[in-house]
DNA sequence: GCACTTTGTTCCGCATTGCGGAATGTAGTT
DNA sequence: AACTACATTCCGCAATGCGGAACAAAGTGC
């Protein structure tokens, strides 16, 4: 193209761009996915084909990638499971709030997960099902949209005025022309978050599925928000048992598990 | 501590020098670990500050580290999780072990553990406790040593000889001058496994643990070799018990998990 | 208060490092 | 064999990342 100006982005001189590349080869995959060529990879990054060849070798070399041995693909590596499960491990409120969230699965026969913010998404911390069958594969390391799920909508409610505001601009962008409705739907569930201290989705995130959201007060500033929710398939729950039976008791749970509010 | 000679494979045109740096900084953070600042990192990777610092500045633009707001050190972001749980979903066998591994669990009261070698390590895919109480913290993607546990004995002892060899080289490196005890110990345990099917560790690698190890036959070769552990305190579970009752029958769940074996 | 330490960020010239188009290698198909 | 599809390797170019040093900021001690 034409000579390069001082971009937004090109002009930073600390960003490394080789590791984000690697990183976004890395992320390429899809849960569920088994395994990809170095085409597929080389596709979805918006990345040239040699480029790819070499953050594949060099991904592999270190772990992070594995090469299946006939068909050439690649596939996630172990020692990417090792981070995520150094991450997990820096969180010690899961500790705490795992044997109380599996308590409260099996006595409610609902399904109850832990979530913390990230940007304009929630991202399961952890999650106890009540039964040992796994429908949904909604699984630690999940993300779901703050906009449209119960948990995400109680913890939008919970955040500072800033911190809302930062997450408006977030959520602007990624809605774009939608962003108004979403953003009236939003402001509509803060206020019963505000009124009755839990938030609703029923079957507005995944079609069938009636959720209730609750926020746990963070127990050292700064750290993130986390928040709670409680699901079940809606032929077992019905609204006025969501709202009578599972809200309250969620609550109930969330103090438990942060006993300091 | 320990300086890294990576000087032997320095002349390599085709590795990312940038993208491995990158993620030595994100693998410095050990579990648990809550925080790192900048300096910590520079000693932990034996990177110059400069060069930290600027992996660190990528590294949270991408959402892969976050920066504490008052204390301003590194933790691992949720971006890491979210790689994290690809891998997981990427082993379908996963989902068939799960529910069959937690009836075992509870039906003997005693942890299980789906686990899959990558080099002289055995990585945890899965984890049943017996009880909700999480005692120690050794869970999805922990890392034990393939020489002294069960289940990594296990593992060993059903490589083909080739696969073998490579483990040995990668455990001769790792354990040094040790290394021909550990071998003999290692060839001991294999001959057990040959005449009666699995493997024990009765303290070896946790004081007071006892453990039984037993080997998935790889449903697709070359997908890597899986393998289960049973394991108890010692308190609660003598060396009679485990070899007569909990290994038979961690048999019959490994041949469920398999039934084409 | 001021030196002093400790840790993190920014600067900037240098050359190393990664880049990517083109060429080459390797299967798998018709 | 000719052809397609894909991955790897080559190689000259320069952009990119490097890291020492200078700078900034936030604690300590006396």
Request: glycine share 6%; hydrophobic share 40%; proline share 11%.
């Given at each position: 193209m034409s000579f390069t100006p001082q971009e937004d982005e090109s002009k930073?001189?600390?960003?490394?761009e080789a590791l984000a590349r690697g990183l976004r080869v890395l992320s390429a995959f899809r849960p569920g996915e088994s395994a990809l060529s170095n085409q597929v990879l080389a596709q979805r990054t918006g990345l040239p084909k040699s480029t790819v060849s070499r953050l594949t070798y060099t991904l592999t070399k270190l772990g992070y990638l594995s090469q299946d041995?006939?068909?050439g693909y690649y596939r996630l590596g172990l020692a990417v499971l090792a981070l995520g499960s150094a991450v997990l491990g820096s969180y010690d409120i899961r500790r705490v709030a795992a044997p109380l969230m599996r308590d409260f699965a099996l006595k409610h026969t609902i399904s109850v997960s832990l979530g913390m913010r990230d940007g304009s998404d929630i991202v399961y911390l952890e999650t106890c099902r009540s039964q040992a069958r796994v429908s949904v594969?909604?699984?630690?390391g999940s993300r779901v949209p703050l906009a449209s799920t119960a948990i995400g909508r109680a913890c939008y409610s919970s955040l500072s005025a800033t911190e809302r505001e930062l997450a408006d601009i977030d959520m602007a962008a990624r809605y774009g022309k939608d962003w108004p409705l979403v953003q009236a739907k939003l402001e509509q569930a803060r206020q019963q978050v505000l009124q009755r201290g839990y938030s609703e989705s029923f079957g507005e995130f995944e079609r069938d599925v009636m959720a209730v959201g609750v926020a746990l007060p963070?127990?050292?500033?700064?750290?993130g928000s986390l928040c709670l929710n409680a699901s079940g398939p809606a032929f077992a729950f019905d609204a006025d048992t969501m709202r009578n039976q599972v809200a309250p008791a969620l609550l109930q749970l969330a103090r438990q598990i942060v006993p300091g509010a």
């Open positions: 930073d001189r600390l960003f490394v041995a006939d068909s594969q909604l699984s630690v963070s127990p050292a500033p700064g750290q």
